[in-house]
């Protein structure tokens, strides 16, 4: 496991800073990153679809990422990135805040996995991966068409690359960038609402960096369940990639 240290032109000072402050909190599923852990059994889900559909695996298999190999992109303290570990991916996370990536290597470590952390931004990647993943991350970038090709770059020829970001919708801000910061369900100064996208918008991204989007599936809020993945795309939503 390693942890370096890299620059890069899409992040975000202040975004940085702000995450950075709650790095202790990150695993905490009452804390303030909550919302992740809300989110993130709807995200696996749908990720481990896309996986098996990809690769034509057995959808009760126990490792379908075995010998392949993983980036997360705006990792955190690696809600994403353990979970691919388990899948049996050779994994690297990748994240603009130092203090994320060193909860996230301490965690990892407890917990008896071997990940490779270090914080950065991709466009400083010179390898490719089989699978790249960025969950709620694009909105906060700089520069988001220059971060989009930064992801497309490093998906291998046959590789997969998925996403999620909240819809730039009415809904989305009343709900994300309204009510739940007001509430304190999230914290404050999370969500700029203007740098939100619609789906075609970052389809349009990525069609400029080379990528064909085969699916575009709502991240939506059940009353019963939760976050579920299906139904609108008004709130926010999952998107599937791969190259041209």
């Known amino acids: 496991m390693s942890t370096s240290q ?25 804390g303030s990153s909550a919302m992740l852990h809300r989110l ?16 034509g695996g057995d959808p009760a298999g126990f490792a379908p990422l075995a010998g392949r190999r993983a980036l997360d992109v705006g990792c955190g303290a690696g809600l994403v990135c353990e979970p691919l570990a388990r899948l049996g991916a050779a994994v690297t996370g990748v994240d603009a805040a130092a203090e994320n990536v060193a909860v996230a ?18 466009e400083s990647l010179d390898e490719a991966f089989d699978l790249v993943t960025s969950f709620e991350v694009v909105e906060h970038a700089s520069d988001q068409p220059g971060f989009v090709r930064g992801l497309a770059r490093a998906v291998a020829p046959d590789g997969l690359l998925v996403m999620s970001t909240p819809n730039r919708t009415a809904t989305s801000r009343a709900l994300l960038a309204g009510g739940a910061e007001l509430v304190g369900a999230i914290p404050r ?14 389809g349009a991204m990525l069609a400029d960096a080379g990528m064909r989007v085969t699916d575009v599936t709502g991240l939506s809020l059940s009353p019963a369940k939760g976050f579920v993945a299906g139904g609108s795309t008004a709130l926010d939503y999952l998107l599937t990639a791969v190259r041209g």
């Open 6 to 30: 890299q620059s890069g032109t899409t992040i975000d000072p202040r975004e940085a800073a702000h995450f950075g402050r709650l790095a202790a909190d990150w695993w905490d599923p009452k």
């Open 40 to 55: 993130n059994p709807a995200r696996l889900g749908y990720l481990r679809g896309r996986i098996d559909a990809h690769w």
């Open 105 to 122: 290597a301490a965690h990892a470590a407890a917990s008896g996995l071997r990940i490779d952390y270090w914080a950065g931004s991709v």
């Open 189 to 202: 100064g999370t969500h700029d609402w203007r740098r939100f996208l619609t789906p075609d918008e970052l």
